[in-house]
């Protein structure tokens, strides 16, 4: 069974770094691109970015480049999206799901982590 | 380039049917059949209900199917039961430079 295990919810100060994780299982992990989405609080479905784990190639999408950091483990299975310098306006659930990159639609999701940031 | 656009909000009685429609452009909707919806009960993580347009994750009821007609998809939920009240989230590929976008969203009522 395909599952994503995504770390805990985190409550942070503005200025705060911060790397939140996602953790696969039932399926090769290298082997397929992983994305992360963020939903602010009563808000919609935004893609950030997608990391290949097999090479760790990475894309980001333009609101989120620079903003943003993801990477991957293969020998762990893990992704992770990280920041280097939180802002109140990254209060928000992320998720994380896996992409299937031959037509672009995401078939398995994890359970999200809350990332609340105080200024 | 941004969010394609869906109405806020659908509704109907159970047993009738509701259609929700997802609006973009010849570059990303209209240019590819590489349309998913998705599902959003509160609270919970979003779950995939169509892909590819028309086709259905083994497990998802026959009662959810999609279209396409231009530059719009459609999602139509047929026979509404009370537990498909949801939020309800497209999602388009839009090329390589320009990634893809997940549409505005549109929360169904089931009266």
């Known amino acids: 069974e395909v599952q994503l295990v995504q770390s805990g919810a985190e409550v942070k100060k503005s200025g705060e770094s911060l790397k939140i994780s996602c953790k696969g299982s039932?399926?090769?992990?290298?082997?397929?691109?992983i994305g992360w989405v963020r939903q602010m609080p009563g808000k919609g479905l935004e893609w950030m970015g997608i990391i290949y784990p097999g090479d760790s190639d990475t894309r980001y999408s333009p609101s989120f480049e620079g903003q943003v950091t993801i990477s991957a483990d293969k020998s762990i299975s893990t992704a992770y999206l990280q920041w280097s310098s939180l802002q109140a306006s990254d209060t928000a659930m992320y998720y994380c799901?896996?992409?299937?990159?031959?037509?672009?639609?995401?078939?398995?999701w994890g359970q999200g982590t809350l990332v609340t940031v105080s200024s | 380039q941004s969010a394609l656009t869906q109405p806020p909000s659908a509704s109907g009685s159970p047993g009738q049917s509701v259609t929700i429609s997802c609006t973009g452009t010849?570059?990303?909707?209209?240019?590819?059949?590489?349309v998913s919806w998705y599902q959003q009960h509160p609270g919970k993580a979003p779950k995939l209900m169509i892909y590819e347009v028309t086709k259905r994750p083994s497990g998802v009821p026959h009662r959810f199917s999609g279209s396409k007609s231009g530059n719009t998809a459609s999602l139509t939920v047929s026979g509404l039961q009370a537990e498909d009240e949801a939020d309800y989230y497209c999602n388009s590929y839009a090329g390589s430079n320009n990634f893809a976008f997940f549409g505005t969203g549109t929360k169904v009522t089931v009266l």
């Open positions: 799901a896996r992409l299937v990159s031959s037509t672009y639609y995401f078939d398995y």
């Open positions: 010849s570059s990303d909707v209209g240019g590819y059949n590489y």
């Open positions: 039932g399926y090769i992990f290298s082997n397929s691109w």
